[in-house]
């Protein structure tokens, strides 16, 4: 089998090294590519030289540049991981896909604004560029034995789905997809959001709302609920998914991770082995997928079109709060409504201490 070339842009700095920005995300996904057979890391790219040149060191290779797209140029790999900062991943997308990249892994949130991450999917439509984003939650073995139990029909026909979570758009990025995925990657018929914006919170160079409350209804007729910030108590856990007859639940951080509640019965836990709603493991999952899909042909299921599907839900929570109403999906905005409502005044988060 012939290797494939994987090249990173954006590195990251350890963060138990002096001076790190953010969680060195690349050196996840660089340790996944470790793991697999025929597949060799052979540059990196990173404005920060120093950071490119600890990567190279820790994965042993030489090649690195300070400029991507020379980068691309040169090197031409087959695969491209991205872990730079959510602003960034649009721009470099395109790249990717106008020098012709077959696969690019980039991390999440998508893009910092709707139109952004629309045409990230159509560039890449348009080169066959493999795009996919790192939601790794799909993964884990709490999230995908969830998936099993409502295959199975454990609890009935799924009716609603509840998550709580930091925010909705940095974390929540996870948290949306997750529930998209419970329910089957259906598309939303609209979604209703309040928000607290009052004290800034910038997170990877994007702005966050600090408390949230957002419902929104499927096409099949599943209802949502999303809990952000002080409002996270309300849900209780990360993820719930209530039927007809009964109840599944995945822990935020306590353990049992995983457990039903079925009419008649008591709750009952479910083993998920040593895993939790976090592992190394699940990016590692991942990588060995979209390196699989690329060799076999087949599509991973962290695809740009689900991906786009959760931003949808993102933007269009902020842009309920600009409008004061629901909003009805498709989304019909290109920007972060987020970003231009405090652009405009409207919300005047106190700075950053
Ligand atoms: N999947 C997850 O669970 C998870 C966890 C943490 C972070 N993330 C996401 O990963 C992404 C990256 O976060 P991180 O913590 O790895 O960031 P980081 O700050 O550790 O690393 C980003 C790197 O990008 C480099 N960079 C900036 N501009 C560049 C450019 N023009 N060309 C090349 N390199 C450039 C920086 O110098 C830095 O080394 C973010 O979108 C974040 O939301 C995902």
Redesign the pocket.
Known sequence: MSELKVAF?????LTETPG???????HMHADGYRLLDDVEMVAC????PE?AQAFADKYEFTDIY?D?NEMLTSVKPDVVSI????H??AQ?VLDCAAAGVPAVHC???MAHTFGAAKAMLAACEESGTRLTF???RRYGKPFYMAKELLDDGAIGELQKIEFGTSDLY?YGS?SWDMANYFNDECDTRWVLCGLDYSEENV??GAHNENHSIAVWEYENGVFGMAAGGDATALVGCHHRMVGTEGIIEIARSNMPALRVLRAGEDWKAIDTGDEGCHAAEF?YRCIADIVDCLRTGGESQMNARNALRATEQIFACWESVRRRGMVTLPLDIEDNPLEAMIEAGDLKPAAQS
């Open positions: 842009i954006g590195t990251g700095r790190a920005m953010g969680y060195a995300m690349a790219a990173d404005i920060v950071n300070t991507y872990s730079t900062w959510p960034l991943h470099m991390e999440k949130p790192n939601h790794q940095d996870h997170v990877f990016v």
